[in-house]
């Protein structure tokens, strides 16, 4: 591996790392936490959550690790055979089809959904219901994803020719 291949390797492994700890967080206590509070406070929690999670290191995290993992993905497609090049063909479709294309299918349109709701309304808290019940198990895929990429990256790194 090229010592740049090898750095945007090292880059995607820690942007993944970063998402994975990301989404972890959310899996196992923040939506949980957020349920148990009353509705509207729920609701007015994740509204300003995802209105404050997009930043500019937030998205150099999300986009530059998708970002390196296109680039990466398309060198190793050229170089596959090589344990490493497998490695990070893999890690990198994980993290683009597991984090990215998930997010933007699954979880943003659920999230464009709660945002235009009256959090202290009855359809906010219907609203609220789905999304507790739909977001949370895609959440879960995108944790899986990014902690599978994570580990696929540490191997090509260990692999690496």
Same mark, same amino acid.
């Given at each position: 591996m090229?010592?740049?291949?090898?750095?945007l390797t090292?880059?995607s492994?820690?942007?993944?790392?970063? %998402?994975a700890g990301?989404f972890f967080a959310? *899996?196992?206590f !923040? %939506?949980?936490?957020?349920?148990r509070?009353?509705?509207s406070?729920?609701?007015s929690?994740m509204?300003?959550i995802?209105?404050t999670?997009l930043?500019?290191?937030?998205g150099?995290?999300?986009?530059?690790?998708a970002l390196?993992? =296109?680039?990466?993905a398309i060198i190793s497609?050229?170089?596959l055979?090589?344990?490493?090049?497998?490695?990070?063909?893999?890690?990198s479709?994980?993290y683009l089809i597991g !984090?990215i =294309?998930?997010t %933007?299918?699954c979880?943003?349109p659920l999230?464009d959904a709660l945002?235009?709701v009256?959090?202290?309304?009855?359809?906010?808290?219907?609203?609220?219901r789905?999304? =507790?019940?739909?977001?949370?198990?895609?959440?879960? !895929?995108?944790t899986?994803? *990014?902690?599978g990429?994570?580990?696929?990256?540490?191997?090509?790194?260990?692999?690496?020719?």
């Open positions: 090229e010592k740049w291949i090898v750095s090292y880059f492994a820690l942007g993944a790392g970063l %998402m990301l959310f *899996s196992t !923040v %939506m949980t936490a957020l349920e509070i009353p509705k406070h729920g609701i929690a509204q300003s995802n209105q999670i930043n500019p290191l937030f150099l995290v999300f986009g530059g690790t390196a993992c =296109l680039v990466l497609f050229f170089r055979g090589t344990v490493s090049a497998n490695l990070v063909l893999a890690a479709l994980l !984090v =294309l998930i %933007m299918v979880n943003v999230n945002a235009v009256d959090p202290n309304s009855a359809a906010g808290a219907d609203v609220w789905t999304y =507790l019940d739909r977001w949370l198990p895609w959440n879960h !895929v995108r899986i994803a *990014s902690i990429s994570l580990v696929l990256f540490i191997l090509a790194l260990r692999f690496k020719s």
